[in-house]
């Protein structure tokens, strides 16, 4: 008689390598780790690896999709919600975004420099696509519904959602590049709200809607990453 496999243990135990990948790109980057690295981080032999993951690339496949499952799941409900106008939608699926990633800022500042070093280029652009082909579409589904509301005007709203995607996700690579640069206290919220501002910008004038319709990253949270407010200037 064939062995049963128990489903919660096998999604278990591949969650464990998972995890333990996930610790080795936090700490020396994807090109650095070898299988052997996560066989050792996981306590696991090479064949329970590959009983689960056909290669190294397989795994970074799988990191990837469980990185941008773990968006999804927190921006789907705002998509889903019958009550909000495409606007509204807007708004809070950028403060959802904002507050996922404050909730784990001490893990992203902590590994913000690994993350953006050279040994994991590779695995930084499966996640972006990956992300993009996950959240693209629920910024097309939301854009489309302001399309009908008549509340956005675009000319070909089913693309939408990629571009958005790519334009937050190049404003992420450039309010890391502050941090990184130690661009911090006064001076780098002044240069991160100024950024923030510049995107959120040409996000408007995609949607054709008024200045002032769309947060894509709040004061506070900016507060939160780069400290003390600047005096003076911004508002």
């Known amino acids: ?137 629920l910024l097309a589904r939301i854009v489309a519904q302001g399309v009908a509301e008549g509340d956005l005007t675009l000319a070909h709203p089913e693309r939408a959602g990629r571009v958005l995607v790519a334009l937050i996700q190049d404003l992420n690579d450039e309010l890391a590049a502050l941090l990184l640069r130690g661009e911090d206290g006064p001076a780098g919220l002044a240069a991160a709200c100024e950024t923030v501002a510049a995107s959120t910008e040409a996000v408007e004038r995609i949607l054709g809607v008024p200045p002032g319709s769309v947060v894509l990253v709040d004061r506070g949270v900016l507060r939160t990453w780069y400290g003390s407010e600047p005096e003076g200037s911004l508002t």
């Open 1 to 137: 008689m064939a062995r049963t496999v128990n489903a919660a243990a096998h999604a278990q135990r591949r969650d464990e390598f998972l995890d333990a990948a996930q610790r080795m790109v936090d700490t020396k980057g994807f090109e650095a780790m070898s299988v052997q690295d996560v066989l050792t981080e996981a306590g696991a032999s090479k064949g329970a690896f590959y009983h689960y993951f056909g290669s190294k690339q397989d795994l970074l496949e799988a990191l990837a999709d469980r990185m941008s499952a773990a968006i999804t799941s927190r921006l789907a409900p705002v998509v889903d919600d019958a009550d909000l106008a495409a606007v509204a939608k807007l708004r809070r699926f950028f403060a959802d975004l904002g507050e996922w990633k404050t909730e784990r800022r001490d893990l992203l500042a902590g590994i913000l420099r690994v993350w953006y070093s050279d040994g994991n280029a590779v695995v930084r652009v499966k996640v972006r696509a990956t992300i993009t082909d996950r959240i693209a579409p």
